[in-house]
T-cell receptor, first 117, second 115 residues
Framework: AQTVTQSQPEMSVQEAETVTLSCTYDTSESDYYLFWYKQPPSRQMILVIRQEAYKQQNATENRFSVNFQKAAKSFSLKISDSQLGDAAMYFC??????????????FGKGTKLSVIP | EPEVTQTPSHQVTQMGQEVILRCVPISNHLYFYWYRQILGQKVEFLVSFYNNEISEKSEIFDDQFSVERPDGSNFTLKIRSTKLEDSAMYFCASQSQGLGNSPLHFGNGTRLTVT
């Protein structure tokens, strides 16, 4: 069974600074997807960034980037120029590649990020 | 931007009662999901639904749970006889197509409290 581990229950960062959230996972699959989701106090889970395991290039979305180390099964999220609106719970998630096409996400326990003005 | 909407936002029910959680997925989406998050724990997959049938379900999704898409717009999760341990946040999600470049869109969740 796949597992996703986020070892940092809470993190804080000064506004405008950079922070990295850690995630490791365990799988025997070679094809899969990895995600970072953000859950602000509004509770809605919002996709931040996605990485396909077959792609060597790290995904980037504006201020958000990942460091994907497939051999080490590590998938960290870097937030640059942190903003107050980045304060939220961040979940790392894994999904196997499914020929049927549906995602069955396995989530980590989350990291609560606080942004200090 | 289209959103997944869930109602109610908070539901309180007594143990043993039936409860129906409602979701309106994004209109052109084809894949639908329910996840739950017990307070302080991980978000867990319950079930996925495609082409009017369950495509995958987890061990949590036992005979007490069922899903329906009765009218082509709503997607419901029914718990027949609620238990205390069913208290959780329940998230609905939808996906436009079952491909890797098609992300899940989540609703705001329904907080279910079983007393």
């Amino acid at each position: 069974a796949q597992t996703v581990t986020q070892s940092q229950p809470e993190m804080s960062v000064q506004e405008a600074e950079t922070v990295t959230l850690s995630c490791t996972y365990d799988t025997s699959e070679s094809d899969y997807y990895l995600f970072w989701y953000k859950q602000p106090p509004s509770r809605q889970m919002i996709l931040v960034i996605r990485q396909e395991a077959y792609k060597q290039q790290n995904a980037t979305e504006n201020r958000f980037s990942v460091n994907f180390q497939k051999a080490a099964k590590s998938f960290s999220l870097k937030i640059s120029d942190s903003q107050l609106g980045d304060a939220a719970m961040y979940f790392c998630a894994y999904s196997p590649y499914s020929g049927a096409g549906s995602y069955q996400l396995t989530f980590g326990k989350g990291t609560k990020l606080s942004v200090i003005p | 931007e289209p959103e997944v909407t869930q109602t109610p936002s908070h539901q309180v029910t007594q143990m043993g009662q039936e409860v129906i959680l409602r979701c309106v997925p994004i209109s052109n989406h084809l894949y639908f999901y329910w996840y739950r998050q017990i307070l302080g724990q991980k978000v867990e997959f319950l079930v996925s639904f495609y082409n009017n049938e369950i495509s995958e379900k987890s061990e949590i999704f036992d005979d007490q749970f069922s899903v329906e898409r009765p009218d082509g717009s709503n997607f419901t999760l029914k718990i027949r006889s609620t238990k205390l341990e069913d208290s959780a946040m329940y998230f609905c999600a939808s996906q436009s197509q079952g491909l890797g470049n098609s992300p899940l869109h989540f609703g705001n969740g329904t907080r279910l409290t079983v007393t």
